[in-house]
Antibody, heavy 122, light 112 residues
Framework: QLQLQESGPRLVKPSETLSLTCTVS??????????WGWIRQPPGKGLEWIGS???????YYTPSLKSRVTISVDTSKNLFSLKLSSVTAADTAVYYC??????????????WGQGTLVTVSS | QSVLTQPPSVSGAPGQRITISCTGS?????????VHWYQQLPGTAPKLLIF???NRPSGVPDRFSGSKSGTSASLAITGLQAEDEADYYC????????????FGGGTKLTVL
């Protein structure tokens, strides 16, 4: 059974870089059948797609965060990571990693991690 | 401001039928991109509920159904049950500057 697990610091100071890792088990992030991505949800608010990658090395980012976001991959450890720089309190959210189908225009998120709350505060 | 617009809340009594709308535009739903729906129970991660407008993943009861027409989509729940109380989100692809994959703002379903 596919499982995704987010990990990383739960508290980040303003202006610093938020770093999270998603470890995948029960499936390969090198699969041609799926994208792998990050979604966040501020407390009491809705879902926001942050970015995704495809196994050939292509990355996609939401325009509003593109200048601050980097998604990297470690295929040897079957994990991928999120870095969000220059964070502010507005970046406080539950961060989810998820798998989505490789039909680019028709893609949906079929497996999600449990999510991790990251708070930006001094 | 979400690219896909959902009502903030809907409610219904047990056994009733409710619908949740998801209104988009010509750059997403109207451009014939599929709509997908997610259910988020309190304190948990979202779960795929409907994919490709009308399809249910294995294990999702047939009380849940989806439809799409023009620039809008709808999620219907029949035979409402207390455990259906959750937040529901639609999702699609958007070809404008809004980004690739976009979510609706979410709808809180209250079972009276």
């Amino acid at each position: 059974q596919l499982q995704l697990q987010e990990s990383g610091p739960r508290l980040v100071k303003p202006s610093e870089t938020l770093s999270l890792t998603c470890t995948v088990s029960g499936g390969s992030i090198s699969s041609s059948s799926h994208y792998w991505g990050w979604i966040r949800q501020p407390p009491g608010k809705g879902l926001e797609w942050i970015g995704s990658f495809y196994y050939i090395g292509t990355t996609y980012y939401t325009p509003s965060l593109k200048s601050r976001v980097t998604i990297s991959v470690d295929t040897s450890k079957n994990l991928f990571s999120l870095k969000l720089s220059s964070v502010t309190a507005a970046d406080t959210a539950v961060y989810y990693c998820a798998r989505h189908s490789s039909n680019y225009f028709l893609s949906y998120f079929d497996f999600w991690g449990q999510g991790t709350l990251v708070t930006v505060s001094s | 401001q979400s690219v896909l617009t959902q009502p903030p809340s809907v409610s219904g009594a047990p056994g009733q039928r409710i619908t949740i709308s998801c209104t988009g535009s010509g750059s997403n739903i109207g451009a014939r991109y599929d709509v997908h729906w997610y259910q988020q129970l309190p304190g948990t991660a979202p779960k795929l509920l409907i994919f490709d407008n009308t399809n249910r993943p294995s294990g999702v009861p047939d009380r849940f159904s989806g439809s799409k027409s023009g620039t809008s989509a709808s999620l219907a729940i029949t035979g409402l049950q207390a455990e259906d109380e959750a937040d529901y989100y639609c999702q699609s692809y958007d070809r404008s500057l809004s980004g690739h994959w976009v979510f609706g703002g979410g709808t809180k379903l209250t079972v009276l």
